[in-house]
């Protein structure tokens, strides 16, 4: 571009001005502006790739925190569906007769276990509940009130088994049923939980 500009101004030298410094002034400009233009366009080339791997890395960190409190969740939920086996050797059903000192003490550290473990599942769901997407925030709400019924069932028969009261029937339905429920709820948060990783 310079090239030609100067040729051009030692063209209009011949016509008897000489045009030579006012052209080269110009294609200087003229040079410098274009540079000065691509530069501006480098730049914000610059500036719009680096937004957009600053979104990549937020949108990746936030899809592993998402993950891990699934995670998490699901291990919570673990151990506190691990507490059915010793509780139903601690509370048997029907009830046989009176606790033993021992069974009893054995009894209370299992509830006081069951509490502990039932708090840390309802923190874990609660996270999931804000971390979203919303039918996995709903799925973690329905296993928070999955485990509240089986809490609950635990601490009657618990009461019942305490007071030696001989129940009609020989199994325990709500027991029975919580613990099942449990086991459906957790199933279903997995598979929801499975579809959304999918998706990210």
Not at 13 to 32: E, M, Q
Not at 71 to 90: G, T, W
Not at 102 to 120: C, F, H, I, N, P
Not at 144 to 156: K, L, M, S, T
Request: proline share 4%; glycine share 6%; with cysteine.
């Amino acid at each position: 571009m310079y090239a030609t500009l100067v040729s051009l101004a030692a063209e209009g030298k011949d016509a008897g001005f000489d045009w030579t410094p006012a052209w080269t002034l110009g294609g200087v400009l003229l040079t410098g502006l274009f540079a000065l233009a691509s530069q501006n366009v480098a730049q914000r080339a610059g500036r719009t790739q680096a937004a957009v791997q600053a979104v990549r890395e937020v949108s990746k960190w936030h899809r592993e925190l998402r993950r891990q409190s699934y995670l998490d969740c699901i291990v919570s939920y673990e151990k506190f569906r691990d507490m059915i086996a010793p509780l139903s050797q601690a509370i048997p059903w029907p009830v046989r007769g009176n606790l033993t000192p021992e069974e009893s003490s054995q009894l209370d550290a299992l509830l006081v276990m069951l509490g502990e473990r039932y708090d840390e599942v309802f923190q874990k769901c609660q996270i999931v509940r804000l971390e979203g997407p919303g039918n996995l925030a709903e799925a973690a709400h329905r296993l928070i009130f999955a485990a509240a019924d089986f809490r609950n069932a635990a601490y009657e028969r618990a009461r019942a088994t305490r007071a030696g009261e001989h129940p009609a029937q020989p199994t325990a339905p709500a027991w029975n049923a919580t613990a099942e429920k449990m086991n459906d709820e957790l199933e279903l948060f997995i598979e929801t939980a499975r579809t959304v990783i999918a998706v990210d």
